[in-house]
Nanobody, 123 residues
Framework: VQLQASGGGLVQAGGSLRLSCAASGGSLRSYCMGWFRKAPGKEREFVAAIRIAGSTYYLDSVKGRFTISRDNAKNTVYLQMLSLKPEDTAVYYC??????????????????WGQGTLVTVSS
């Protein structure tokens, strides 16, 4: 499975972006898909996940602002980000858990990763 993340960029605080994660070599509808981010000087952290059945999960600090979704026809997962804050600045990675581990918020359960896309939120 190859994942290609895109959609990052520079945005002012309060703005919005939509990240995309396109897959090849596998069907995203069959995997738990996650988004993680790594801010400068910090560890990579879980942001959002969507399970096969469609259940979604979020980091507390992004609840109500971010929405993860999946378009099976396009084999793409999205992360819609609204009301962005400077603390959302990070490299965002999409990832696929093809082994159905159940632990959607743990990096180690995801076996395929995209290359990352940079989101910069200016104050």
């Amino acid at each position: 499975v190859q994942l290609q993340a895109s959609g990052g960029g520079l945005v002012q605080a309060g703005g919005s972006l939509r990240l995309s994660c396109a897959a090849s070599g596998g069907s995203l509808r069959s995997y738990c898909m996650g988004w993680f981010r790594k801010a400068p000087g910090k560890e990579r952290e879980f942001v959002a996940a969507i399970r096969i059945a469609g259940s979604t999960y979020y980091l507390d600090s992004v609840k109500g602002r971010f929405t993860i979704s999946r378009d099976n026809a396009k084999n793409t997962v999205y992360l819609q980000m609204l009301s962005l804050k400077p603390e959302d600045t990070a490299v965002y990675y999409c990832a696929a858990d093809t082994r159905y581990s159940g632990n959607y918020d743990l990096e180690k359960v995801y076996d395929y990763w995209g290359q990352g896309t940079l989101v910069t939120v200016s104050s």
